[in-house]
DNA sequence: CTAACTGCAAATTCTTTGCATTAGT
DNA sequence: ACTAATGCAAAGAATTTGCAGTTAG
């Protein structure tokens, strides 16, 4: 994997620009900032670190930003039930493959998982399929999450 | 189908005696009122419904009481992307089928489908088993939905 | 009886909007 | 230059909390 896939700045801005968008400063920085945190960041987070090097940098043009990058596709967009949004670049924005989660909902602890994807991804892609053609949606994206409870919670919960 | 299943003031009110909360009017007014609403109220729809039938019924009962339903698995809870929270009762309990959904992401028209539904769940199971050995989880549940454009949409895009 | 539940009001938190200013192309 | 984008302050909306009074078991 490694990298393979990642996309540099040029063509962020290709990408923006053909869309009919300008490619500003705040976005660069808003890319290139979600580009290298990991996991599933907040709004408040990408502002803490997008402020730390442009410190002008308001909580409006993050949140819009963000709003705007996931319209383009360029980052996805999760609700892991804490009461924010939470993002991160599409996979192939860095180099990461597609991966679903898995959610703790005790403590919040988040796993991406590859394993098993393949299978899962060929049933959704046939899935999408048939319901674009049942119902005349043209389906775009898919969203799978499995909520259960982390070992570190089950001990917890055995002797508390 | 037709209600096969579905389950009666008793069954609640032991359901949650088991649990160690009480089955009180409001918890009885909410659990019928939402019951009967089709589709996937707001906590505000549902506030709306019971209020009509128990004027003195506060907002934040139908939060509290919501949210103890979520975890006892009586209700589901749903984030379709408008801003608020939706829910429906679990299938079990309205004789309806356990479904998925389909979500036109520019109306946000919901469409629940059962079609290819079996051979999803199967898939759905055999990864739930997976990653529970694989990552030490107790998975209790999953969420899927797809995100789309419906037909209405659509065309409202090719001629605006 | 008495602990759990309720309802109100106030507080919080996340997100959006209006508008004058700035900056990309 | 011309318009989209920004940043600030203020508004808006959904949800949560504190607490005194009520009710189920």
């Not at 979600?34 to 002008?56: D, N, T, W």
């Not at 705007?68 to 996979?91: I, N, Q, S, Y």
């Not at 703790?104 to 053609?133: H, P, R």
């Amino acid at each position: 994997m490694r990298g393979r896939h990642r996309r540099g700045a040029r063509w962020f801005s290709e990408h923006l620009r053909e869309q009919g968008y300008r490619y500003t400063v705040p976005r660069a920085l808003i890319i290139d900032v979600l580009s290298a945190m990991p996991g599933h960041p907040s709004v408040e987070e990408i502002y803490f670190e997008a402020h730390k090097r442009y410190p002008q940098i308001g909580l409006t043009t993050v949140y819009r930003t963000l709003e705007l990058l996931v319209r383009t596709g360029v980052v996805l967009k999760f609700d892991f039930g804490d009461g924010r949004t939470r993002f991160e670049m599409a996979g192939a924005f860095q180099g990461k493959s597609h991966h679903h989660h898995l959610i703790c909902t005790s403590c919040g602890k988040i796993v991406e998982y590859t394993d098993f994807i393949k299978e899962e991804l060929d049933l959704l892609k046939k899935t999408e399929d048939a319901l674009s053609k049942k119902y005349g949606f043209a389906v775009k994206s898919h969203l799978l999450q499995f909520y259960g409870v982390c070992y570190v919670c089950l001990k917890k919960r055995e002797q508390p």
